[in-house]
């Protein structure tokens, strides 16, 4: 059964630094994998998708990087902003149970602080 | 271009009542999928549609049913409701590609 962990479940930075957040799966039979922002109260907002095929994918100060053989990907946040706070969740699409599904991990909470 | 809106925001419940969420998207998409969230826990999917008219079971179905008559709406219904069902639940959908968009959520709280 594909499991998704992320670590850590909670981080507090300066403003300005980079970061790491990073994300595991158990099974590397994936379609592709999706990391999003999730704000209080609110849905998640979709940051960026990456096909299995793929090993990274860019936008504007966010980078997702997937290693498919060893069960990882890592979202670096460059030059963090206190509008970066926020919950970030990564999600995988296994092979098993069909394309459509996702598998989410239980997310890390983001601040970043002035 | 609303992208994916649900209805209500909130609701309260006493056990034993039933009620229905709707969701609706204006993106043509085809796919949309039902799931809920728990506190320190991911989101979990309770049934998705593969297209109109079509609905099937995800990982946490009981209690739970959908209904898919229209490609753009996709109605989630609680017939009996438990405090188990306390929870937030989000809508999404997604064209082939499956990048999902979600909606904002419902707060449903079961007394």
């Known amino acids: 059964k594909q499991e998704v962990t992320q670590i850590p479940a909670a981080l507090s930075v300066p403003e300005g630094e980079n970061l790491v957040l990073n994300c595991s799966f158990t099974?590397?039979?994936?379609?592709?994998l999706q990391w999003f922002r999730q704000d209080p109260g609110k849905g998640l907002t979709s940051l960026l998708l990456?096909?299995?095929?793929?090993r990274e994918q860019t936008s504007g100060r966010l980078n997702a990087s997937l290693d498919k053989s060893s069960g990882r990907s890592t979202l670096y946040i460059a030059a963090s902003q206190p509008g970066d706070s926020a919950t970030y969740l990564c999600?995988?699409?296994?092979?098993?149970?069909?394309?459509?599904?996702?598998?989410f991990g239980a997310g890390t909470r983001l601040a970043v602080h002035p | 271009n609303a992208g994916v809106t649900q209805t209500p925001k909130f609701r309260v419940l006493k056990t034993g009542q039933s009620m229905t969420l709707l969701c609706a998207q204006d993106?043509?998409?085809?796919?949309m999928y039902w799931y809920r969230q728990d506190p320190g826990m991911g989101l979990r999917l309770i049934h998705y549609?593969?297209?109109?008219?079509?609905?099937a079971k995800g990982e946490v179905p009981d209690g739970y049913n959908v209904s898919r008559l229209k490609k753009q709406n996709f109605l989630l219904g609680l017939e009996s409701a438990a405090p188990s069902q306390t929870s937030v639940y989000f809508c999404?959908?997604?064209?082939?590609?499956?990048?999902?968009?979600f909606g904002p959520g419902t707060r449903l709280t079961v007394l």
């Open positions: 999404a959908s997604s064209s082939y590609t499956n990048e999902q968009f």
């Open positions: 099974d590397s039979a994936i379609y592709n």
């Open positions: 990456i096909q299995s095929s793929q």
């Open positions: 999600a995988v699409s296994p092979f098993s149970g069909g394309y459509n599904k996702l598998i």
């Open positions: 993106m043509n998409h085809e796919y």
């Open positions: 549609s593969v297209g109109e008219g079509t609905t």
